[in-house]
């Protein structure tokens, strides 16, 4: 019988081009030792000669499982990646980007770093190469010094003496070939696997232990290991196949436990940050998981219990088509604008908000509407609306939340306080509306879960207010006025704000943008679970 929550996963060393052996060794093992919910290719996916790569883009041969890769090594190999980041490049093969983090539906946490250590000292970006700065937004993706660990790392190249104390012997040295970044990230991420290849050779290490012997409270171990290149001539183990308990459902006591010939971290002991002013340089500069307390530690997180929808990708589909503002990893991201960051679920200010204090709520990962988030994140955004309902309401306001899954690319919940008004005002004045755009908005039961109404993927147009009243539109082919919710609440009888309807007129610079968010910041922070 399996172990309750055991996720099955595949790793496999550099491709090198080699797509046909890659499928057909994919295929016998989901077949006989499957299903694996996942697939992670690391070093270098394309080779010297990628002819096979049409068979695959023509779908004559197909990947069998969801499978995702790191970026390029070669710069020949880059044309193939670009503009990519996050997307499938043929069916069930995705390119995860040159470094960042995410978490599948299952709960298994993994982070990814692309390419090689530059050696270019000015720190310049390359397609094939990371820098220090690269390293530095994973490890504030992660958290900073107070992240408590990862189920995967995935590196191309090897960190830097990762043989020492190792007990078993590698033709490789690290020392020479290695990279002391991703040495310094593996030590902050504290990653139970961690997975490298380019060396062509398989290399096995002992557990290692992440914390110093009678000096520190025991913790998770860590396991490194580096796969060879798919049909290397010596035989080289190039798969590594094994089951995974994601930390987020371990007890602390059983994750802690240290296998027998667990070794002494191989990796000088210090963190890549570890001055606290350095680490909140960096995270207030990014508005990512700026949520620290006066002793400068996070506060109030939970650990999570998801269920294991085994959906294709993280989080419903886990990846946008195209950059996404609203990603919170994503470079594009506007994080000044964030007030509030919890395990799966964030807030920020609106851009061109109807009021300063109008917010959206939104899931950290990509997903696209409420009926593709997982239970877990579902109770997290119940947590931030009731949290908000009571920062408003201790104002004298109301609060109407809106969604519309039309046109849009992430979700995003619609938070907008309004005077203290009677609810059923606000229905009708929605109802009203409605009637008038000849649009049917009907009431839902208050207890309803929009989804167990709608599926993932259908549009709509959603309404609830602080008592629990529910409006719902099924969005057809028609189509759906873009501004109907602000127009409600912009209009005379509740904000009287018709001159803020459309929010493109309602910008603001970004210096006054980051003044609103940390003033809400600082309002709303006695109510925001995250700080318990």
């Excluded at 085994?310 to 609203?326: L, M, S, T, V």
């Excluded at 009431?443 to 207010?465: H, M, N, W, Y």
């Excluded at 719902?472 to 904000?495: H, M």
Aim: proline fraction near 5%.
């Amino acid at each position: 019988m399996s172990k309750v929550g055991n996720v099955k996963l595949l790793v496999i060393g550099d491709v090198h081009g080699h797509f046909n052996l890659l499928v057909s060794k994919i295929t016998a093992l989901n077949q006989k030792n499957g299903p694996f919910e996942a697939v992670f290719c690391v070093g270098s996916f394309f080779g010297d000669n990628n002819s096979e790569w049409s068979d695959l883009e023509k779908c004559i041969i197909q990947v069998p499982v969801p499978t995702y890769i790191l970026g390029p090594i070669f710069p020949e190999h880059a044309k193939f990646f670009k503009d990519k980041s996050g997307e499938d490049l043929v069916p069930n093969v995705t390119y995860l980007g040159r470094r960042g983090i995410f978490t599948f539906t299952s709960g298994l946490k993994v982070a990814y770093l692309s390419g090689a250590e530059s050696s270019d000292l000015s720190g310049d970006k390359s397609e094939i190469t990371f820098t220090q700065r690269d390293v530095e937004e994973v490890v504030t993706l992660a958290g900073g010094n107070s992240c408590i660990g990862f189920d995967l790392l995935l590196t191309s190249q090897w960190p830097a003496n990762v043989e020492l104390h190792g007990g078993n012997e590698t033709t490789f040295d690290s020392a020479k070939g290695g990279s002391a970044l991703i040495a310094q990230l593996a030590v902050t991420l504290k990653p139970r696997y961690h997975f490298s290849a380019i060396a062509d050779t398989f290399y096995e290490r002992l557990p290692y232990r992440n914390h110093q012997t009678l000096a520190e409270s025991a913790t998770h171990p860590s396991r490194f290991v580096a796969l060879a290149s798919v049909g290397n001539a010596k035989k080289g183990r190039y798969v590594y196949a094994f089951n995974i308990v994601p930390m987020s459902k371990i007890s602390f006591q059983e994750l802690r436990k240290q296998p027998d010939h667990c070794t002494p971290c191989p990796y000088a002991e210090k963190p890549l940050l570890t001055k606290k002013d350095k680490v909140e340089d960096i995270v207030a500069n990014q508005y990512f998981y700026d949520m620290v307390s006066g002793d400068g530690q996070r506060n109030g997180k939970r650990q999570g219990n998801q269920e294991d929808h085994r959906n294709k990708k993280p989080r419903g589909d886990g990846q946008p088509e195209a950059p996404c503002w609203f990603c919170l990893s994503s470079p594009d991201a506007e994080k000044h604008l964030v007030v509030s960051v919890g395990l799966h679920s964030y807030v920020a200010l609106a851009k061109g908000g109807l009021t300063p204090e109008h917010v959206l709520i939104m899931p950290i990962f990509h997903l696209r509407s409420y009926p593709e988030v997982d239970d877990e994140t579902a109770a997290e955004i119940e947590q931030y609306k009731a949290a908000l309902i009571k920062f408003f309401s201790e104002q004298g306001k109301s609060t109407a939340f809106f969604e519309r899954n039309f046109k849009s690319k992430h979700m995003q919940l619609q938070v907008v306080p309004v005077p203290q008004t009677d609810p059923e005002r606000i229905k009708d004045l929605f109802l009203q509306r409605a009637e008038e755009s000849q649009l049917k908005l009907t009431e839902i039961p208050s207890k309803s879960d929009l989804r167990q109404i709608i599926k993932a993927g259908q549009t709509f147009f959603s309404v609830e207010l602080d008592n629990n009243d529910k409006l719902f539109y099924k969005i057809d082919q028609k189509g759906f006025p873009l501004q109907f919710g602000r127009e409600v609440l912009a209009g005379r009888e509740l904000l009287n704000m018709p001159d803020r309807v459309d929010w493109r007129e309602c910008k603001a610079s970004k210096e006054e943008e980051t003044r609103m968010a940390n003033n809400f910041k600082i309002a709303f922070k006695p109510y925001d679970f995250n700080f318990g």
